[in-house]
């Protein structure tokens, strides 16, 4: 877990990677040039991380998980999302690089939100 705050009462379960790189590239050509990914993940308290997630780190500032925010296993949240308190991802999600989840959303299994969207807050 590199470059990584994580808070009070954080449960991570087994086969989770925490702060690896992002996934950003650039074309040069017909050549694929990595982008640094300089950032950070922050993860807030009461937070649960299910088995095999992935969270990458940010390309610059941080991916951010709010407080009380629940993922399942075998979800993938890629650089610079923030997602809000109390927010549920069910397995198999895949959350796009610079995504915005509001609080108290329910992201069901296998859903995939392509990068850059805004989801607004649930109920």
Do not use: Y
Request: glycine share 14%; charged share 20%; net charge negative.
């Amino acid at each position: 877990m590199n470059d990584c705050v994580i808070g009070n009462e954080v449960v991570i379960h087994a086969g989770s990677v925490v702060g690896s790189d992002g996934f950003g590239f650039v074309r040069d050509g017909s050549v694929n040039v990595k982008i640094p990914q300089m950032g950070i993940v922050q993860i807030d308290d009461h937070v649960e991380i299910g088995a095999n997630n992935c969270i990458d780190r940010a390309a610059v500032g941080k991916t951010w998980i709010k407080r009380g925010v629940k993922t399942d296993n075998l979800v993938q949240i890629a650089h610079n999302v923030v997602i809000g308190e109390d927010t549920v991802l069910v397995a198999q999600a895949a959350i796009g690089g610079s995504v915005s989840i509001g609080d108290q959303v329910v992201i069901g299994g296998q859903v995939a939100i392509r990068d850059h969207l805004r989801v607004g807050t649930g109920p």
